[in-house]
């Protein structure tokens, strides 16, 4: 708080409520993103969770949780829980799908390959851009690009760096037109 009101005073007077209102818009997007991850992260480890029971790997509950709380490190924690769950159906088989454990190893491979890229393609852009009122094709194309260039941690920072821009950009055309600072 001592810092905010530091930087906020170094504005003059007639524009710190404007940079209070500012700080509070773009606080509000770094929120409703993390509210957005914690609810990909939900969904995640739900479907994994029902996933996993239908395959009948043991510790299914603990593994599809692992992949949701996974889920938050882009491309990397997916991985890491379904490795774990590749190890457990190569090591105990299924409970009720009467195969080899290699088999049931490789439909757990093939189930997380279809679950992933639906999480990737569909579900984190649909999500995010609720969250944060954007366009989910910007959400999707942002990811990608930013994975590319910038790999997890890319991924992870361009949906909200995107937002606040957007907030920042939004405010600039306001005040370079003469309009009221924020729309009510």
Known sequence: PHI??????????????????LYKRLQNVWMAYLRGQIVLMLVVGIVFTIAWV????????????????????????PFLAVALAFGVALL??????????AWVAGIVAATYLVLINL????????????SLRMNEALIFISIMIATILEGIMGALLVVPVLASVAVLMEYLRRRILGL???EE
Do not use: C
């Open 119 to 130: 999480k990737n393609f569909f579900l984190r852009p649909i999500i995010m851009g609720r």
């Open 4 to 21: 905010l009101d530091w930087l906020i005073n170094l504005a003059p007077q007639a524009h710190r409520y404007e940079m209070r209102e």
């Open 92 to 101: 105990e088989g299924s409970n009720w799908i009467p195969l080899s454990n």
């Open 54 to 77: 239908i395959i009948g790997i043991p510790g299914a509950l603990v593994l599809g949780a692992l992949a949701g709380l996974f889920t938050l490190i882009p491309d990397v924690g």
């Open 180 to 182: 009221p600072a924020f």
